[in-house]
């Protein structure tokens, strides 16, 4: 522009002709990105369906074109943000499309935490091949994305089997004998008062009665989320991932799950598991304490798990009051080695797996693994 008001001002026909050729770049660019700009339509289809922390998903676009000429290439920006983290933006080069062309573009969606991501909003973006000119619209809105905690697949409890499955046998006497199951031959050490006379009447050798021996039929996880009960935020971190795992690893084995935290949160029936993960994965720490904690109505053997810092937190001494012969109470202390006869160390991760493992007499666990039908 200065060019061409000098060239006008003092007769210099060079500088008169530069000018007029910016200015009629400029028309020429904006003419460009306005007739040229795509009319473009857009989807996302974010995959895998339950995303976790630690692993890297994928996010699919997909793309249609609705106008009426073949649009220019273009670029495609989609912020990607969370909370606590510096923002990034995915940029993707979409070439050239015809009147209804149907394309798709993608990016990938690294998860190190668990939490709330926030996909957009997703802007097309059209420049003229100088570069002088830029249109932007945008063309799909803000979409979250939920990364549930890290969870491990446990082996839950067997009657018998390591130091928790012990003491749940001797619990499981003092409730009494299950339903009859039927007669055996006497051995030496028998109790004589399970002898069945009538039917040793009938027989050559006495004979006892069987009864089923019921395991552990339903599980509740306590999570403490005051912070004043962990030393760090690491540890807090620590007794969501174990809470996340004892959860998830009952409903898979069968057991009547249940979860408890602070803010009144009381999560039970079939989805559970599901839930609760939502729950963990937003959950920040709360400094209200944990209420009385009732003991589950349900039937049979049941454990009670609280995920707290240590023994000193008001968490522990909120589950030590419970009193129930049906439950076993069993502590989960991020902070320290755990100092109860049952109790679970989670001062790492691999310590808390092995540590349950010990406390369950099992040698191996299974891979890390997450419940179905968990959706963003």
Not at 84 to 103: E, F, Q
Not at 181 to 201: F, N, Q
Not at 210 to 236: H, N, Q
Not at 360 to 371: A, E, F, I, K, Q
Request: aromatic letters at 6%; glycine letters at 10%; hydrophobic letters at 40%.
């Amino acid at each position: 522009m200065i060019a061409l008001v000098v060239g006008r001002v003092f007769g210099v026909i060079e500088l008169f002709i530069i000018g007029s050729a910016f200015v009629a770049a400029v028309v020429l660019a904006i003419v460009f990105v306005r007739v040229r700009r795509p009319n473009i339509s857009a989807s996302r289809w974010v995959h895998p369906t339950v995303l976790v922390a630690g692993d890297t998903g994928r996010v699919d676009l997909r793309l249609e074109h609705h106008g009426r000429v073949r649009s220019t290439g273009f670029e495609l920006a989609e912020r990607v943000s969370r909370a606590n983290a510096t923002d990034h933006v995915a940029r993707l080069s979409i070439a050239p499309l015809s009147r209804g062309t149907r394309s798709s573009a993608g990016y990938q969606l690294p998860t190190t935490a668990r939490g709330i991501v926030r996909l957009g909003p997703l802007v097309v973006e059209t420049r003229d091949p100088l570069g002088i000119a830029r249109s932007t619209r945008t063309i799909a809105d803000i979409d979250t994305v939920t990364v549930a905690p890290k969870t491990f697949l446990l082996d839950m409890p067997v009657l018998g089997q390591g130091a928790l499955g012990r003491q749940l046998v001797v619990q499981a006497r003092r409730l009494g004998p299950g339903e009859f199951h039927g007669l055996r031959t006497y051995v030496d050490g028998d109790e004589p008062r399970s002898i069945d006379w009538k039917a040793s009447a009938r027989s050559e050798n006495l004979l006892v009665k069987e009864y089923t021996v019921e395991g552990v039929r339903r599980c509740t996880v306590v999570f403490d989320a005051d912070p004043s009960s962990y030393l760090d935020v690491d540890g807090f971190e620590r007794g969501i991932t174990a809470a996340a795992s004892l959860v998830h690893s009952a409903e898979q084995a069968g057991l009547t799950a249940r979860f408890v935290t602070a803010g009144g949160i009381d999560l039970r029936g079939p989805e559970t598991g599901a839930n609760t993960l939502r729950v963990l994965a937003r959950i920040e720490p709360d400094g209200s304490k944990l209420g009385l904690l009732d003991r589950d109505p349900g039937e049979g053997l049941g454990l009670m798990i609280l995920v707290t810092g240590s023994h000193r937190s008001q968490g522990w001494s909120a589950i030590q009051a419970i009193v129930d012969p049906t439950l076993t109470v069993i502590g989960v202390t991020t902070d320290e080695r755990s100092k109860a006869n049952i109790g679970v160390s989670c001062r790492t991760e691999d310590e808390f797996v092995d540590s349950w493992r010990g406390l369950n007499g099992t040698s191996s666990t299974r891979p890390v693994g997450m419940p179905a039908g968990v959706r963003r």
